[in-house]
């Protein structure tokens, strides 16, 4: 693995996730938020987003978070990545995920998000992620469809599982370092 897309619901634990298998693996973590937000949650102009998505889709290894599809240079991330990680999770944990970062970081800019964009009480969103299932899940599944048969989606549903997923990779880092 070395060109991982994690893509999600928000609140799913998709970019703590993605933030922890680069601690483990040492390939940089990339937020598609951070690269789209500009200060005060001004979002970028597609083309402009498109190209900086693109230049950073190049490079040899990234672990990348966010959906994004339709424009962020959507094709090219999943033409180029070699791994799909998948948080497939309920509304249930999801919602229960934005409502906890937001209790633990309201004001706060985000480790993933971009500067001047700090978590904040939004209507918009809490109703994005609550139809997220039946609006935008539907785009991720048509997009997966093009996924090659050397491109493993490894799915999650539920946090546990991306709990032991990471000790796996761990425990390998572990055995490659001692041999």
């Known amino acids: ?7 999600g619901s928000s609140g799913s634990g998709k970019s703590t996730f993605g933030r922890r298998l680069s601690e483990l693996t040492g390939i940089p973590f990339i937020s598609l938020d951070a690269l789209f937000w500009k200060p005060g949650w001004v ?5 402009e987003f498109g190209r900086r998505v693109a230049e950073v889709a190049r490079e040899p290894r990234w672990i990348m978070d966010g959906n994004f599809t339709r424009h962020g240079a959507g094709e090219l991330r999943r033409e180029l990545s070699d791994t799909v990680i998948w948080f497939d999770l309920p509304r249930s944990s999801c919602m229960f995920g934005i409502m906890s970062r937001i209790a633990g970081s309201y004001g706060k800019v985000r480790p993933e998000m971009a500067e001047g964009c700090p978590e904040k009480i ?3 969103f809490f109703r994005y992620v609550w139809t997220y299932r039946q609006q935008q899940r539907p785009k991720l599944l048509d997009y997966f469809q093009g996924l090659r048969a050397d491109q493993p989606l490894v799915c999650f549903t539920d946090r546990t599982q991306a709990s032991d997923y990471l000790r796996e990779v761990a425990l390998k880092q572990n055995r490659a370092s001692i041999h």
Not at 1 to 7: A, D, E, F, G
């Open 1 to 7: 693995m070395q060109r991982i897309l994690v893509m």
């Open 43 to 47: 979002a970028s102009d597609n083309v």
């Open 122 to 124: 939004d209507f918009e």
